[in-house]
């Protein structure tokens, strides 16, 4: 009931390219659908969230889309940037159960100049 | 802008001695955090706590381990007697409300030999 299945494990875009990270879970206590960005030698910072009420959400380059009935979230990101280079982790949560973020298995993003 | 910040960065110790991991959640946070990531695998939830007492804990989060709020700043995890296992990147979070965005520290690398 606590999976959550992150894929791929490593992506590769060129700048200016669409990344597309998926996240599919199991638990449908959840009602928070947070992606976290990590850096190397930092801990993980809040990117962007979704709640269950919409079906997408876009903050600059970067989307999240839902799929309530399929029990899956994406984020996409438009236009890649070198900058963009970094591990990405979906850490769904049920706000109404508990504190707990469930995280992914990460995602390693490079982005190529 | 506030930030967690955790202590040490790294810390090897022996198998069986205990080490104190210390973090300083942000200022007017409430609620705080552990979490921990062995390399090369996700990063797990151990335990959250509000209000001087263990909120939540994990199945992880046994005898060994402890929480404690010192003072009006610190929040320490206690591992009182190290095993090879329990060598892993440990970061600290904490959040505004139970409801609101989690802030990680920049994580404590132990190594346990």
């Known amino acids: 009931q606590q999976q959550v299945k992150q894929s791929p494990q490593s992506l590769i875009v060129q700048k200016g390219g669409i990344s597309i990270i998926n996240c599919a879970y199991e638990?449908?206590?959840?009602?928070?659908f947070p992606w976290y960005q990590q850096f190397p030698g930092k801990g993980p910072a809040l990117l962007i969230a979704?709640?269950?009420?919409?079906s997408e959400k876009k903050e600059g380059r970067f989307t999240i889309s839902f799929n309530k009935s399929a029990k899956q979230f994406s984020l996409h990101i438009m236009d890649s940037q070198p900058g963009d280079s970094a591990t990405y982790f979906c850490a769904p949560r049920g706000e109404t159960s508990g504190s707990r973020l469930t995280f992914g298995e990460g995602t390693q993003l490079t982005v190529n100049p | 802008e506030p930030e967690v910040t955790q202590t040490p960065s790294h810390q090897v110790t022996q198998m069986g001695q205990e080490v104190i991991l210390r973090c300083v959640p942000i200022?007017?946070?409430?609620?705080f955090y552990w979490y921990r990531q062995i390399l090369g695998q996700k990063v797990e939830f151990l335990v959250s706590f509000y209000n001087n007492e263990i909120s939540e804990k994990s199945e992880i989060f046994d005898d060994q381990f402890s929480v404690e709020r010192p003072d009006g700043s610190n929040f320490t995890l206690k591992i009182r007697s190290t095993k090879l296992e329990d060598s892993a990147m440990y970061f600290c979070?904490?959040?505004?409300?139970?409801?609101?965005?989690?802030?990680f520290g920049p994580g404590t690398r132990l190594t346990v030999l």
């Open positions: 979704i709640r269950p009420d919409v």
């Open positions: 979070a904490s959040s505004r409300t139970v409801y609101n965005e989690q802030f």
């Open positions: 200022s007017n946070h409430l609620y």
């Open positions: 638990n449908t206590a959840f009602d928070y």
